[in-house]
């Protein structure tokens, strides 16, 4: 593995259902973070996590779930997925989780459709 | 986070440099100027950030005006595979993780 993988590519969803999005990096990354990108809002934050052990909210949280067991993985978990929350997910891992030099590296993405 | 302006596309042809501008007029002090393109179908790429110098790296080069109200993002040589959304990002040094805010950006054609 070199830098930071996502899986699945993409998945489709009945509602109802839950889902875990997988994402590891193999960059002793100590900050990682959760995305979505919808068509004419952007990217937004959903959770993050500084380092091992801990994690936050972002701005969309609700409905999802995420932990930090380890450095490498940070798994997002969609308990009951609804419609809405189809979209492209990325996750993202930056060396640091503030100061100057934090420039977030992104996956490939994850495409999820709920219907 | 300071707020960017940036045009909403441009075109360049390829071989040429590409000059691509941001406005950040309410930029504050203690934040710095980070660039991200994003390749269609792509996760978000990290291309250079700056404070208040001038930055240059292989991919790119970075100058920010003395007053650190704006600043343009030159591809020196673009290539076909530059086409991309561009994204300026204005964010504050602080402890902690912290969202990236992307705004529109600027819709880049390199054309043969």
Redesign the interface.
């Known amino acids: 593995i070199a830098g930071i993988t996502q899986a699945p590519t993409s998945q489709i969803l009945a509602a109802g259902r839950r889902m875990t999005l997988r994402c590891t990096q193999d960059m002793r990354h100590n ?1 990682m ?1 959760w ?1 979505r990108q919808d068509l004419g809002l ?2 937004r ?1 959903i959770h ?3 380092t091992a052990g801990t994690t ?1 909210k ?2 969309v949280p609700d409905g999802y779930s995420v932990s930090r067991a380890n450095t490498d993985d940070f798994p997002l978990t969609l308990a009951s997925a609804v419609p809405s929350q189809t979209s492209v997910y ?1 996750c ?1 891992s ?1 060396l640091l ?4 030099n ?8 994850t495409r999820l459709t709920v219907l | 986070d300071a707020k960017t302006t940036q045009p909403t596309s441009m075109d360049c042809a390829e071989g040429r440099a590409a000059n691509l501008p941001c406005n950040h007029s309410t930029i504050s002090g203690n934040e ?1 100027v ?1 660039w991200y393109r994003q390749i269609h ?6 291309i250079i ?1 700056g ?1 208040k110098n001038n930055e240059t790296n292989e991919m790119a080069s970075l100058i920010i005006t003395e007053d650190r109200k704006s600043s343009t993002l030159i591809l020196p040589h673009a290539t076909l595979r530059d086409t991309a959304v561009y994204y300026c990002i204005v964010r504050p ?12 950006g600027t819709r880049l054609t390199i054309n043969p």
């Open positions: 900050a973070y995305y952007g990217l934050l993050y996590s500084n936050g972002g701005e990325f993202a930056s989780a503030g100061g100057s934090n420039e977030q590296f992104f996956g490939p993405g | 710095y980070y179908s792509q996760g978000p790429q990290y950030h404070l040094i602080l402890r902690g993780a912290q969202k990236l805010v992307f705004g529109q």
